[in-house]
Every structure is written in structure tokens, then in C-alpha cells.
Nanobody, 121 residues
Framework: DVQLQASGGGLVQAGGSLRLSCAAS????????THWFRQAPGKEREGVSC????????YYEDSVKGRFTISRDNAKNTVYLQMNSLKPEDTAVYYC??????????????WGQGTQVTVSS
């Protein structure tokens, strides 16, 4: 079975930092594009950051650019989201996601459970 285990959320004051981790079992992250999404109360789930499978290129949603950093440790099969200079508007449940579209057109899409991030003002 594939499992993505997200952790590292918590309560932090504005301006603080947290590091989220997403550890995978049953798949190899290096073969997947891995994403962090977040969902705030009453809002739609939105993409925050992504690290691609083929070249490790990273992408960020505009509001987190310069504050968040996504990285992958292939040896630990874990993806991280370092979040600095946190703002109250970053408060949300954060989810990790691993996805790959194979050459023959099969989409593999795996989600972890969420981890709550709460930023107090």
C-alpha cells in the first residue's frame, strides 16, 4: 500500500517558521512530482509548491515565494516544506501529494493526510 505521512504542523506566531515533512512508503518520491497543497476553512484547496520528478525543478505559488522552500531527500524518501516568515493567512491544513503520468497514459495520484498549520497574529 502507498502511504504519504505528513507531519510538522503546529501553532506558531506570525514571523515564525515550521518545517513540514512528507514521508512516503510504497512509492519512490524521486519518480513522482510532489506537491504541497493547503486548504483554509471555507476556501478551496490550493497548490502551494511543487518539486518535479525529472529534474527537481521547484515551483511556488506567488504568495509564498521567497518564504517557503520545497526540497526532497531521496535517501529518506521524504519531501519537506520549509516555511519561514509565516503569516496568519498561511493558516490552513497542508497536504502532500505525489503524482506521475506514465508514458502509457496512466495517472498515479497519491495524497497524504493533512497537517494543521496555525499562525497567530
Amino acid at each position: 500500500d502507498v502511504q504519504l505521512q505528513a507531519s510538522g504542523g503546529g501553532l506558531v506566531q506570525a514571523g515564525g517558521s515550521l518545517r513540514l515533512s512528507c514521508a512516503a512508503s510504497g512509492i519512490t518520491f524521486e519518480n513522482y512530482s510532489t506537491h504541497w497543497f493547503r486548504q483554509a476553512p471555507g476556501k478551496e484547496r490550493e497548490g502551494v509548491s511543487c518539486i518535479s520528478n525529472n529534474n527537481g525543478r521547484t515551483y511556488y505559488e506567488d504568495s509564498v515565494k521567497g518564504r517557503f522552500t520545497i526540497s526532497r531527500d531521496n535517501a529518506k524518501n521524504t519531501v519537506y516544506l520549509q516555511m519561514n516568515s509565516l503569516k496568519p493567512e498561511d493558516t490552513a491544513v497542508y497536504y502532500c501529494n505525489a503524482v506521475v503520468l506514465t508514458d502509457w497514459g496512466i495517472l498515479y495520484d497519491h495524497w497524504g493526510q493533512g497537517t494543521q498549520v496555525t499562525v497567530s497574529s
